[in-house]
């Protein structure tokens, strides 16, 4: 796998995809500048080797050119971060952006404006791609959140560089690390599934049983597992067109000897609210009218043993419906374990979703081995597909 720290950039001008989709307010301020910061080790090298960066990406949807998706809005942010006063060019194509390139000395660094303001971005137009090729004498792609589109910057592009095409630090501590779970990781392997639905992860639980020694279930697709082997319910969240789908994940997993843990008790609402009723059940036995919104005490000391034990972790989806404060207790529980078990020498792998979010959010973010940037991305890794991102740079 050819990264960066394999080029030597010295008078060289480095085109790099990168992810600077970030959200913005209603004045144009950048509110979480996570994936700008995780774009600077890569400009930092290749500064530091003596070359320059020419900097695209996309920002939001935008139907053609729409001032409020400009990247003029982020130029202070990102020259901040990097600590360079970053150039820009107001067309990713054209003169506008060709002069600007020929003008870039050694050590400085040039933003193109949105590719997505051109549809031929998305479309992976191969014109559109050989033009965006002119700016750099090496394509570095660090854009992990994009790399499972074949747009013409993330896939397309690469065709114009023959070997002088690398994945950035960002994207290959990506790779690296879906890989110390999927294909290396050291046993006992344990995944843990929470989220709202199995209709969402089946494909994931899929590729998955051949990985792993044991699956821990959570979150709202409990219901459904519970349901299938007979327990009562009430009025959880359930998917009842994949009852016989439940059962056959868990012969398949019992067939492949991985070892699943579902929940044993469950925190329990009146209401689909913060401040409703609540008590703590056996998960098999959920009155009529009550719901299931968090893991119990029992489940998550019986969860953080599995952890405990474990020596490569990957975690998807929260336990429960951690955005209300009462039904947080099982995401965090985890968390605690996860962190642990981290600390203890495990590798732990956070990706897709709300299990970031939720991450972020309780402070486990530094505690854990690695937290993906890339949902989507993420996610289909995580169902074994091959991402045209990456391809375009192993071809
Ligand atoms: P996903 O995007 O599939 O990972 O689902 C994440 C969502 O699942 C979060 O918004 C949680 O609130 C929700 N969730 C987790 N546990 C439950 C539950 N027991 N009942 C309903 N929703 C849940």
Redesign the pocket.
């Known amino acids: 796998m050819k990264t960066l720290n394999d080029f030597n950039f010295k008078d060289k001008k480095a085109l790099i995809r990168v992810d600077f989709n970030v959200p913005l307010n209603d004045e144009f301020q950048v509110t979480d500048d996570t994936r700008i910061r995780a774009a600077k080790p890569s400009i930092i090298k290749i500064l530091e080797d003596g070359g320059s960066c020419v900097l695209m990406s996309h920002l939001g949807r935008p139907k053609g050119f729409q001032e409020e998706f400009s990247l003029r809005h982020i130029v202070e942010e990102v020259s901040q971060i990097i600590g360079v006063q970053v150039k820009f060019a107001g067309n990713c194509i054209g003169e506008e952006a060709e002069k600007a390139v020929a003008g870039l000395e050694n050590g400085e660094v040039l933003l193109l404006e949105n590719l997505r303001f051109h549809e031929e971005e998305k479309l992976g137009d191969e014109a559109f791609a050989a033009k965006l090729a002119k700016h750099g004498d090496v394509y570095v792609n660090d854009a992990f959140g994009t790399a499972h589109r074949a747009h013409a910057s993330t896939a397309v592009i690469a065709q114009n560089f023959a070997d002088n095409k690398c994945f950035g630090l960002l994207l290959a501590k990506e790779i690296e690390s879906i890989a110390k779970v999927m294909e290396v990781g050291e046993k006992p392997v344990t995944a843990v599934l929470?989220?709202?639905?199995v209709s969402?992860k089946i494909t994931i639980i899929d590729n998955i049983l051949d990985k792993i020694d044991h699956l821990i279930i959570g979150?709202?697709m409990?219901f459904t597992f519970i349901k299938a082997q007979g327990g009562s319910i009430g009025n959880?969240?359930v998917e009842d067109d994949k009852l016989e789908l439940a059962k056959e994940i868990m012969a398949e997993a019992a067939a492949k000897n991985v070892t699943i843990h579902l929940p044993v008790d469950s925190v329990i609402a009146d209401a689909f609210a913060n401040d409703a009723n609540t008590k703590v059940v056996d998960v098999t036995q959920i009155p009529d009218d009550w719901?299931?919104?968090?893991a119990g005490p029992a489940t998550q000391a019986k969860f953080a043993e599995v952890i405990a034990q474990s020596k490569t972790i990957l975690w998807n989806?929260?336990?429960?419906?951690?955005?209300m404060p009462n039904f947080a207790k099982g995401t965090i529980a985890l968390g605690e374990a996860i962190a642990e078990a981290t600390k203890s020498g495990a590798f732990s792998l956070v990706g897709g979703?709300?299990?970031v979010a939720a991450v972020k959010q309780f402070g486990f973010e530094p505690k854990v081995s690695y937290v993906s940037t890339g949902g989507g991305a993420m996610l289909e890794s995580l169902e074994g597909k091959t991402l045209p991102g990456i391809a375009a740079i192993l071809s």
């Open positions: 929470g989220g709202a639905k969402s979150g709202g409990t959880s969240l719901m299931g919104l968090d989806g929260p336990l429960g419906v951690f955005e979703g709300d299990s």
